[in-house]
């Protein structure tokens, strides 16, 4: 993936989460709930731009968020 690319999903992230009334807090510890480990930091580095994603992280993402991928990849 290229950082423009990451940049704009880190943003569909970050509309989907604020969409939802979660807080990078919130929306951390649901993800550790779904088993996915990432920190309010890595969520923040992630909505930046400034992280890769895994694909295992990517569908606990979207699971959360209750969106499908290609909402999230488009």
């Known amino acids: 993936m290229?950082?423009?690319?990451?940049?704009q999903?880190?943003?569909r992230i970050r509309r989907f989460r604020e969409g939802r009334k979660l807080t990078q807090e919130q929306f951390s510890?649901?993800?550790?709930?779904?088993?996915?480990?990432?920190?309010?930091?890595?969520?923040?580095?992630?909505?930046?731009?400034?992280?890769?994603l895994y694909?295992?992280?990517l569908c606990c993402i979207a699971k959360v968020l209750a969106?499908?991928?290609?909402?999230?990849l488009d």
């Open 2 to 7: 290229n950082w423009e690319a990451e940049k």
């Open 29 to 52: 510890a649901k993800l550790q709930l779904c088993g996915c480990d990432l920190t309010r930091s890595a969520v923040a580095k992630i909505e930046a731009g400034q992280r890769h």
């Open 67 to 72: 969106v499908s991928y290609s909402e999230l």
């Open 55 to 57: 694909v295992d992280e």
């Open 9 to 11: 999903l880190g943003e």
